[in-house]
């Protein structure tokens, strides 16, 4: 169906199609009603089946160690605590404002 215009009587009942068309892409037309105990259950089976993907999911080799918990960062904690960057970030500071500048000769 084309889009009508919004203006126009049809184009309501057009995003309620619309919408609900999204709604059972996303969760299933099977989807029991919001707030019924099936509700909780399906909900509750759908989660577990998504965290199962997930966690079960194999992870290539050419990616960085995931293991670590880190992908990218300083070696150390100590390295990002203020008064080892204090002096940086003064520089950076200065940088930008004389950003604007430019040399005469």
């Known amino acids: 169906m084309k889009r009508p215009s919004p203006d126009s009587p049809e184009f309501e009942q057009w995003m309620l199609e619309r919408a609900k068309a999204r709604s059972e892409r996303l969760f299933g037309a099977d989807r029991p009603k919001h707030g019924t105990a099936e509700f909780e259950a399906w909900l509750l089976a759908k989660a577990q089946k998504w965290s199962d993907e997930l966690f079960t999911a194999e992870i290539p080799e050419d990616l960085a160690d995931v293991g670590s918990g880190l992908i990218a960062g300083p070696r150390s904690w100590e390295d990002v605590m203020p008064e080892k960057t204090i002096a ?6 200065k940088a930008h404002k004389r950003k ?6």
């Open 100 to 105: 604007h500048l430019t040399s005469v000769k």
């Open 88 to 93: 940086e970030d003064i520089a950076i500071d």
